[in-house]
């Protein structure tokens, strides 16, 4: 098809310098000028003679800034360590990473929906660098009639964390699924996330019992969480309904590697149904081998009465608290108890 000759007039050096340069207009933008002014030419044309000028084009990511002002830079990876523990402790719970799949990019968001605003807030917080917005829309199965919807803006660095956390199935749909990486970060900060969003605490007189959901992930997968839990002294277990339970002994270990108190008021109570004494409390065989005294003399003296204890029940195991602990140090300076 032959060029129409107006295009080389209209289609000038001078005419991209004013436009495409000084004024940052993308090709869309200067398609819709040169309509107006009755020159219906395609982005395609004015593409090759910007080209044949010598002019050097933007790429996706910076044209997109062009219209965008809220966008972020495409070429630039945020992927510092802080950040990849907060995805994972993000996606430990119930959040999620949505991709898409364009022509020049693949990039992802990051998603969550969530009750409580504040929480919501908190979780966006650790992801200021992708932009996170925060809505609210209507939801009846929540006892507010809202839900919180964060997500963040599109970027290269999450499609990356995408294929980590959801990998390849073979399956009929060919449907990725989230599923437990192998080098997920377990730190203070990811299991916070995780216990605020997914954990469960519940009292039941003087049990307390400690739940992290893990419905979603595979069996060996949990067991896999389960084994990097221990390694930082929390004993736990995967359950009959695939959740990981914490065992009596693991729920101190638990709370003094995530902190004894929530960093937000609307989960005080995963932090307050706690008893005080489940991380002071000491077990006899505890006590016996940090002093170095002998496991039956110890029980003499409590049954003499000579050395008080904490007991959930009146027959219950004996426990010793920081009152209990002063007293045995007295008596092992008097020589009594050896």
Known sequence: MREQPHYTNILTKEFF?????KKRMSFPKIRELLMKRGYPIGMGTIYKYCKRLGF???NSSEARREWDKNCI?????HLTESILEAIDGFLLGDGCIHPYKGKYFEVGRLGCGVEHKEFCEYLMSFFQV???????????????GQVM??????????YKQYLRWYPEESNKSNKRVKQLPEDV???????????????CASCNNNSVSIKLSTDGFKPEKVEFLVNKLKEKNILCYRNNSNRILLRAKGIPAFFNFIGRKSPISCYNYKFDRIPI????AKRMKEIANEFNLDYNRLC????IKKLSCYRLSEKGRPRFLSEHIEKIKELIKTGELF
């Open 130 to 144: 992708y932009n996170p917005i925060i809505k609210s829309y209507k939801h009846k199965k929540m006892k507010s």
């Open 300 to 303: 003499y003296f409590i049954k």
């Open 149 to 158: 919807s964060g997500r963040s803006k599109h970027h290269p660095d999450l």
């Open 73 to 77: 830079d495409y070429d630039i990876s």
């Open 185 to 199: 970060r377990i730190t203070p900060i990811s299991v916070m996330m995780w216990y605020l969003g997914d954990g």
């Open 56 to 58: 050097k084009t933007r």
């Open 277 to 280: 004494w489940r991380f002071e």
């Open 17 to 21: 310098l004013e436009y495409y340069y």
